[in-house]
């Protein structure tokens, strides 16, 4: 069973930083692609980051290039996602998501997520 735990998120004013985590269990993830999305009130979930956990390669969002970073700890089983220059159109709830193969920027291409995390920015 694939357990997905984020911690990191909360309030911070603008432009400052963040560093999400995200704790993986239960599966070999060498061959899977991870995945940050979040959730906005009222808006649908979207992409932010997916990161290749054989290779490494990672892919943004258009609003968060040169602003976050995605990164992974093959021996922690944990993926990270440093968010700087963080802006009040960031606050939503982040989620760490997991699925066998290439990732996608999809969020229905996922199988496994976690519970979430709260961002908040302020202005």
């Known amino acids: 069973q694939v357990q997905l735990v984020e911690s990191g998120g909360g309030l911070v004013q603008a432009g400052g930083s963040l560093r999400l985590s995200c704790a993986a269990s239960?599966?070999?993830?060498?061959?899977?692609?991870m995945g940050w999305f979040r959730q906005a009130p009222g808006k649908e979930r979207e992409f932010v980051a997916t990161?290749?956990?054989?290779?490494?390669?990672?892919n943004y969002a258009d609003s968060v290039k040169n602003r976050f970073t995605m990164s992974k700890d093959n021996a922690k089983n944990t993926v990270y996602l440093q968010m700087n220059s963080l802006k009040p159109e960031d606050t939503a709830v982040y989620y760490c998501?997991?699925?066998?193969?290439?990732?996608?920027?999809?969020?229905?291409?996922?199988?496994?997520w976690g519970q979430g995390t709260q961002v908040t920015v302020s202005s």
């Open positions: 239960g599966r070999t993830f060498s061959t899977y692609g």
């Open positions: 990161i290749s956990w054989s290779s490494g390669i990672t």
């Open positions: 998501a997991a699925r066998s193969g290439v990732y996608y920027t999809s969020p229905s291409m996922y199988s496994y």
